[in-house]
């Protein structure tokens, strides 16, 4: 039987704030799993929601089947990103204005493999186009040794995905994070590299 359709709506300004708590709870589901391994709380989410919550211009792209949403993802210009992804691109010298820094993809399992997180990456790029003044996209991803313990068997890096949708790796722009690690149970620093694609 075919799986029935989702619909993907763009969102901004109010219409983002009814849709937060999904947004963490999408987080916390999705980012157990490798390389992101984030014991995640309600407590750390309501403070990285700030983000997403003040910003005029954030934009955030929801998957839903019926009523539920089962997918989301976040984009806002860098200027409004935290001090963590600020830093390392000021540290760098670009133009912090004409950056658009798009935060997490995450979608429940089931329904990976249809185009959603293709979509993902359409919307977001078209809401950064959409801002004016913007020349480039950006994201950032954690990396974790080859070996590490908890990486599965069948683990297939986004690498690829991302190099055909137009985004190259900056070793030189590292963001470090911090959060509670599955593993260890506590804080760590984490090293997140930027990659970049003109709009
Ligand atoms: C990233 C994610 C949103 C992609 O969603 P999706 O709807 O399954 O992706 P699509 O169906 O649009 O597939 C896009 C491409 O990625 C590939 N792909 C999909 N899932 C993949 C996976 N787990 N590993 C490697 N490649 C994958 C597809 O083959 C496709 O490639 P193609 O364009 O060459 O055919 C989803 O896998 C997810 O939530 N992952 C966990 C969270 C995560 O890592 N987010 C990204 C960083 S924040």
Known sequence: MMKPALR?????????LDRLDDLARLRIAVFRDFP??????????????????????AVLIAAFDGDKTVGASTAVPLKDASEECIKPFAAQGHDIGSIFYFGESVLLRP??????????????????KAHGGIEIATFCAVERPDDHPLRPK???????????RGYARHPELVAKFH????????????SLVFWLKRV
């Open 36 to 57: 992101y391994l984030y014991d995640g709380g309600m407590e750390y989410e309501t403070g990285y929601m700030r983000t997403y919550a003040e910003s005029a211009d």
């Open 154 to 164: 069948d683990y297939m890096p986004l690498d690829r995905f991302w190099e055909k």
């Open 111 to 128: 329904y990976r493999g249809r185009g959603v997180g293709l979509r993902f990456f359409e919307e977001r790029e078209a809401a950064a």
């Open 179 to 190: 959060w509670r690690d599955l593993t260890d149970g506590m804080d760590s620093e984490k």
């Open 8 to 16: 993907i709506e763009r969102l901004k300004g109010r219409a983002i």
